[in-house]
Nanobody, 124 residues
Framework: VQLQASGGGLVQVGGSLRLSCTAP????????GGWFRQAPGEEREFVAA????????YYADSVKGRFTIYRDDSKNTVYLQMNSLNSEDTAVYYC??????????????????WGQGTQVTVSS
């Protein structure tokens, strides 16, 4: 399934954005969700994940306290709320899904389905 990520854009330092990820043709029931990002010249890195039960979340140290991942089943969407953005958050953000739970939520190899990416640019 090709996930659909949206919500990126240009924002000033200190601003906020909310990214959305949907899975056309299916729900998020029984799927864990993850967000990764890739800056120019850098490798893709883990940002946040939410277990398929929706009850447990995981975050990279660099975004803890600023980003929140959550799921709205009524909208069949996984969100990434990003606050207090800084220039180091500039990247293409990708959402991903995995069937049920995985052993390591921070590894991109744990996820099967991916979205096309949405650009987030934080300007000073």
């Amino acid at each position: 399934v090709q996930l659909q990520a949206s919500g990126g854009g240009l924002v000033q330092v200190g601003g906020s954005l909310r990214l959305s990820c949907t899975a056309p043709g299916r729900t998020w029931d029984n799927y864990s969700g993850g967000w990764f990002r890739q800056a120019p010249g850098e490798e893709r890195e883990f940002v946040a994940a939410i277990r398929w039960t929706g009850g447990k979340t995981y975050y990279a140290d660099s975004v803890k306290g600023r980003f929140t991942i959550y799921r709205d089943d009524s909208k069949n969407t996984v969100y990434l709320q990003m606050n207090s953005l800084n220039s180091e958050d500039t990247a293409v953000y990708y959402c991903a899904s995995a069937w049920f739970g995985v052993s390591d939520y921070e590894r991109s190899e744990s996820y099967r389905d991916w979205g096309q990416g949405t650009q987030v640019t934080v300007s000073s």
